[in-house]
Nanobody, 118 residues
Framework: QVQLVESGGGLVQAGGSLRLSCAASRRAFAMAWFRQAPGKEREIVGAITWSGDRTYDADSVKGRFTISRDNAKNTVYLQMNSLKPEDTAVYYC??????????????WGQGTQVTVSS
């Protein structure tokens, strides 16, 4: 069992930045951030292995968002820069196997709301 606690969401103006954190009770093989906007399907934003040998950034956020991890703290981060209104969503941290599909991740955080105003 892996427990995940997210923090760092909020309201920000377009062009601003936020950093999301996800503290894990123990490490699974990989961690990922997903997001879900109202009326849309959940989509992957980024993924990383605890070893750091694999990372993934979705095309929609490439160059703006960066996923990273701190092994000593069992914490994964999502640094979000140049935020756009279309980034507004509930962001979820997930732990599990490596992959781009939500079915690869068996443990999920409670979600944190990110709202970007224009």
């Amino acid at each position: 069992q892996v427990q995940l606690v997210e923090s760092g969401g909020g309201l920000v103006q377009a062009g601003g930045s936020l950093r999301l954190s996800c503290a894990a009770s123990r490490r699974a093989f990989a961690m990922a951030w997903f997001r879900q906007a109202p009326g849309k399907e959940r989509e992957i934003v980024g993924a990383i292995t605890w070893s750091g040998d694999r990372t993934y950034d979705a095309d929609s956020v490439k160059g703006r968002f960066t996923i990273s991890r701190d092994n000593a703290k069992n914490t994964v981060y999502l640094q979000m820069n140049s935020l756009k209104p279309e980034d507004t969503a509930v962001y979820y941290c997930a732990a599990g196997q490596w992959g781009l599909d939500s079915s690869k991740y068996h443990y999920w955080g409670q979600g944190t709301q990110v709202t970007v105003s224009s």
